[in-house]
């Protein structure tokens, strides 16, 4: 069926307002003409006129309706990227030996070693750290691997002044399973009100447990599993060895001793 006949003064009309920076949404809304006609028309000979404030509101319009859709693309992506990974973990944890208590061991040593205290002055375990799952994973194995004195774990806790003292310490209490009476006077950083830094959720927990011994075995494990680990590639260990001697020998300014780490070769 054909469409119906438009006039010469109609399409006149038509090219004016193109002349005049009208796009074909605006005079289809006036004068009723198709946006197709009006392209069929002067879609190939009238270039409309350049307008930058035109062509940025037209960007801003296109991108608030493809934000959504590529938003949700991109949603879809990582789903479908965390299904397969936690597929994949599954998998593997099935050949992991979860009934030997040597690995959750290992574990523990591996987290007390980058985590835990490791001066030789330090006469008992001290681990820190803010997140909860993991302090709750290092006491989890600390009573797995070991049969330990319950009653000699103490807990630490730095907060800054937007905290909630009872609060805090309910809320890690209830995390460790460590009653409140074994918590020392919580510490409240000194920090200034107006400098902006990022908020925490519930402070610094530290977990002190009064037994030197673990803590040296520990410490002994993780570094037997370090040169095991890193056995086959034995120049670069000599090398690390080699520097950190020269970096415990050389100044006492922790600073001057850290830029010698890196400039003595």
């Known amino acids: 069926m054909r469409g119906r006949l438009h006039p010469a003064k109609e399409k006149e009309k038509v090219k004016q307002l193109i002349l005049k ?20 028309w002067f879609g190939k000979t009238i270039r409309k006129p350049w307008s930058r404030k035109i ?14 859709a590529l938003r949700n693309k991109w949603r ?7 299904r397969l990974i936690k597929t ?27 985590e835990g205290a490791k001066s030789k002055k330090a006469c008992a375990l001290k681990f820190a750290n803010t997140d909860p799952k993991l302090a709750l994973l290092y006491v989890r194995l600390l009573r797995l691997c070991y049969n330990i004195d319950e009653t000699k774990l103490r807990i630490g806790l730095y907060v800054h002044y937007y905290h909630s003292i009872k609060r805090v310490k309910n809320f890690w209490s209830r995390v460790l399973n460590i009653p409140l ?6 510490y409240v950083k000194k920090r200034s009100k107006t400098k902006r830094f990022r908020k925490n959720f519930a402070g610094i927990c530290f977990i002190y447990y009064g037994n030197n011994k ?27 060895e080699h520097e950190v001697a020269d970096f ?17 070769h």
């Open 55 to 68: 062509m940025l509101e037209h960007l801003a319009s296109i991108r608030k309706l493809a934000a959504p």
């Open 214 to 240: 673990i803590r040296k075995e520990l410490l002994e494990l993780g570094t037997a599993l370090q040169k095991i680990i890193i056995a086959n590639n034995a120049p670069v260990a000599q090398w690390i």
């Open 21 to 40: 920076g009208k796009s074909y949404n605006e005079i289809t809304r006036l004068l009723g003409v198709p946006k197709s006609t009006i392209s069929t």
């Open 248 to 264: 415990e020998v050389v100044g006492s300014n922790p600073a001057r001793r850290t830029t010698n780490l890196y400039l003595t």
């Open 76 to 82: 879809k992506k990582r789903e479908e990227e965390t």
């Open 88 to 114: 994949k973990i599954e998998k593997e944890l099935k050949n992991y030996p979860l009934e030997n208590i040597g690995f959750y061991k290992s574990l523990l040593a591996m987290l007390y070693w980058t």
């Open 181 to 186: 009476s074994q918590f020392y006077k919580v």
